[in-house]
């Protein structure tokens, strides 16, 4: 695949880096970082090993380092941060928005946490608190609480003349200002386009729109990236369970949830987090890793222990031993497919109780026309293979059985898994496996044992 312009100018950044970093030209590292929009640093570092890391980090501007670590994954920045003292966490973080704040003092200790609040005047702290007084995966959580109301009764004359009076301390990605009464109840939503387009004479009763539903503080981030989705938002009210105004979420925020979301579905397959350091240190990545190789291990000896309980029958027939692994490989890649688009349709929300049964019926039918096209097509190799029909229909017959149970076990096991409150991308890779390895190598070696040997 060709590289892209931008991942052309990454590598590029990071091979002058790199002979910067060898022939200690730090005036060259500092031109260049300095150079960068703090999401292009982020990225770079994110892309160095650890030791190259640890040399840029201090060369960059102490103005810019919360910027960057405001871009970083929870990994590189947690090492990062283990590398500033207070003071410099203080003053990184000194001007950046609530939200970004809170996602950076999640990843610090509790005694630096509090040192670090305890820096802030009053109203900046109470807002970074409010913020952290809900889960990260959460509206609360994602929210910044740095927003623009008015009042329902007032004209748009006022309104313009107010928002000329704040000027720069406008928050960032404004499109609209919210409507709230003198109780901080959410009422509605005045976009800017409204207020420059209407007549200045209007009230904002008159103009706002109360169509834009709030959202709750306790939601899901994925929920609320699923309703910017369906209602093409850029920003979105965030209230309490009494209808205040909390904050609001906007775009670049929602973005960040889907990118992560994608990459937690992608990398939890492989036991891995989404956060996980390329560029991590071999003890550590060894660390994280072998766990699921455990797991992987345990449901591998199943596998072995079933294939064990027809050790005479192989010992007879050679041949069941070379066509074991295809029996398994169709199981496993026919059960994949129906597991990722349950997974992917569990996350977009359109899986539920009445459509469930629909969907086992469906995958039911999908798995036997499929196991009986390729039983088939398998038999007739097999038998022309070891000269052997029964042969070929043994396999034949596994195969159907064994592509019927992987379309079952891809829909059921993430449904089961979610019951129970675990993530099906996590282990329902490992699940599928075990279920197709099993069914798989007990039909074809169990009607092997009974019609051939």
């Known amino acids: 695949m060709p590289e892209t312009t931008q991942q052309q100018s990454l590598n590029q950044s990071i091979d002058i880096l790199d002979e910067a970093v060898k022939s200690g030209r730090f005036v060259r590292m500092r031109r260049l970082l300095s150079s960068l929009h703090p999401a292009e640093t982020a990225h770079l570092l994110e892309s160095l090993p650890p030791k190259e890391r640890s040399v840029c980090w201090p060369i960059i501007s102490p103005d810019l380092h919360g910027d960057v670590l405001a871009y970083m994954g929870d990994d590189v920045r947690a090492d990062l941060l283990k590398e500033m003292d207070t003071a410099d966490l203080i003053s990184a973080t000194e001007d950046l928005d609530t939200d970004d704040i809170a996602d950076i003092l999640q990843d610090l200790p509790e005694h630096v946490m509090r040192e670090v609040l305890r820096a802030m005047d009053g109203q900046h702290r109470r807002r970074v608190e409010a913020i952290l007084a809900y889960e990260e995966d959460t509206a609360g959580g994602l929210m910044n609480t740095d927003i623009t109301t008015v009042r329902s009764d007032i004209t748009l004359e006022v309104v313009l003349r107010y928002l000329r009076v704040l000027a720069d301390n406008l928050p960032a990605n404004t499109d609209s200002i919210y409507v709230v009464d003198h109780r901080d109840h959410y009422i509605g939503t005045l976009a800017l386009s409204q ?99 455990g797991v992987n291990l345990l449901t591998a000896f199943l596998a072995a222990w079933v294939i064990g309980l027809f050790d005479t029958t192989i010992e007879k027939q050679v041949a069941l ?133």
Do not use: C
């Open 195 to 293: 207020i420059v387009s209407r007549s200045r004479s209007l009230t904002v009763n008159e103009v706002m729109s109360r169509q834009i539903e709030a959202i709750p503080a306790d939601m899901p981030d994925t929920d609320v990236a699923h309703r910017f989705e369906k209602h093409d938002l850029i920003s979105a009210p965030v209230i309490d369970k009494d209808n205040r105004l909390l904050g609001r979420i906007t775009i670049d925020d929602v973005v960040d949830v889907i990118r992560d979301e994608a990459e937690h579905t992608m990398l939890s397959m492989a036991g891995l987090s989404e956060d996980e350091d390329t560029f991590a240190p071999v003890k550590k990545s060894v660390h994280r890793r072998s766990l699921w190789l």
């Open 321 to 453: 031993a070379i066509l074991m692994p295809i029996v398994a490989s169709m199981g496993g890649v026919a059960g994949s497919q129906t597991l990722t688009l349950v997974i992917r349709a569990m996350a977009l929300g359109q899986i539920n109780s009445k459509n469930q049964r629909w969907l086992l019926r469906k995958e039911f039918f999908v798995g036997a026309i499929n196991g009986f096209i390729w039983a088939i097509a398998i038999a007739i190799v097999t038998s022309l293979w070891f000269n052997n029909i029964e042969l070929g229909l043994l396999i034949g017959a596994a195969i159907v059985i064994n592509l019927i149970a992987a379309a079952l076990a891809g829909v059921s096991i993430p449904l089961i898994l979610k019951k129970f409150g675990s993530d099906p991308a996590i282990s329902g890779g490992v699940l599928l496996t075990t279920v197709t390895d099993v069914v798989g190598f007990t039909a074809f070696l169990g009607f092997a044992t009974l019609y051939i040997v």
